[in-house]
């Protein structure tokens, strides 16, 4: 556990996206400063992140700052100028479709932004690097749940090897210069300030809407649909507990969660994966709306279940997500109808 000092400033890359705003949100609530950073790029309507970057410019221990941290030169600045002590790196290039039609977005963000996100780490006395992978990681494996000390070396998507390079890249940081990095497999996350892009957004807009929307895998699509107050809790437990060696860890029999190095894997999901077609009705009712259902194949780069083994995450730091479905979409949809006024 290292000691928090309250003047220092979290630095929090992403924090004009969804899990971004929230995690800065919530430190802030804390008593904690937050340096934001984004490139309020245009992969989805910019005016949401400008709205959610209006509400943390609202807390005067907010800082924001408008970069790309592809650019190596600017992200060494950066590091050099803040010092940050704590780093929780949630900018990224996301989605799998779009990773078919865009691979060089996720090239230049999620593998060159990283590594200058590990320089900058390394060479300014960084003690705590927390950076987001995703479920997408575990690609072809079928056993489920989900467990981090499975092998996950067949992702399906160029997105999800991108997010497997990070937690490679991450482990070689940490072996060679010590530095304490922990990668968290985001399940399926939703709430208030959720993405346009994501299957929650889109149906309920459509539902609104009275259009179709389009159920792949015929609906038998399952998902550990995560709310994004637990994602939140978990990292803010995470914040000031540096990844630790173990002691216990063996190269003949090596575990893929963890290592000699100070670097560490969780999981954080609901523990409980939803079938797309109740997770329709849930909406269905809070909208007081019924959809309109289109059944589709399944498309290339998807896998057709996701659950999270999350006995880990209770163990080190004694939370299990646990919010319903039901709550959750509850929540989403106020907000939805109040930020649409629809």
């Not at 940490?174 to 990095?181: C, D, E, I, Y």
Request: hydrophobic share 40%; with cysteine; glycine share 8%.
């Amino acid at each position: 556990m290292t000691s928090s000092n309250s003047s220092e400033s979290i630095l929090v890359t992403g924090a004009a996206g969804f899990i971004g705003f929230h995690v800065a949100q919530r430190l802030m609530q804390m008593g904690r400063s937050v340096t934001g950073v984004d490139n309020l790029n245009d992969y989805y309507d910019p005016a949401l992140k400008q709205a959610r970057l209006d509400i943390l410019r609202n807390d005067p221990r907010f800082t924001f700052v408008k970069h790309d941290l592809a650019d190596g030169a600017g992200t060494a600045e950066l590091f050099v100028k803040g010092r940050f002590p704590v780093v929780v790196h949630l900018a990224a290039q996301a989605g799998v479709r779009y990773s078919l039609q865009n691979p060089q977005a996720y090239i230049s963000a999620n593998l060159d932004g990283f590594a200058n996100i590990l320089e900058g780490c390394r060479h300014n006395g960084c003690r705590n690097l927390l950076f987001a992978s995703s479920s997408s990681v575990y690609g072809a494996n079928t056993k489920l749940p989900f467990s981090v000390h499975d092998n996950v070396d067949h992702p399906i998507s160029l997105y999800a090897a991108s997010k497997k390079a990070n937690e490679l890249m991450a482990h070689a940081y940490s072996h060679l210069f010590r530095l304490p990095a922990t990668g968290l497999r985001f399940f399926t996350v939703y709430g208030p300030w959720g993405r346009p892009d994501m299957a929650m957004y889109i149906f309920a807009k459509a539902i609104l809407e009275g259009r179709p929307i389009k159920l792949f895998n015929h609906g038998k699509m399952q998902r550990d649909f995560t709310y994004v107050d637990d994602v939140v809790e978990a990292i803010v437990r995470l914040v000031d507990r540096p990844a630790q060696p173990d002691p216990g860890w063996s190269g003949a029999k090596p575990d893929p969660s963890a290592s000699t190095a100070p670097w560490r894997i969780y999981n954080i999901g609901n523990n409980k994966p939803e079938e797309l077609l109740h997770v329709v009705e849930v909406l269905e009712s809070a909208l007081g709306r019924r959809a309109i259902r289109e059944l589709a194949p399944m498309e290339p780069g998807d896998v057709p279940a996701t659950y999270a083994d999350v006995d880990d995450l209770m163990r080190d730091v004694g939370f299990r997500p646990a919010t319903s479905i039901e709550d959750g979409v509850g929540r989403f949809i106020r907000w939805f109808r109040d930020y649409h006024k629809s």
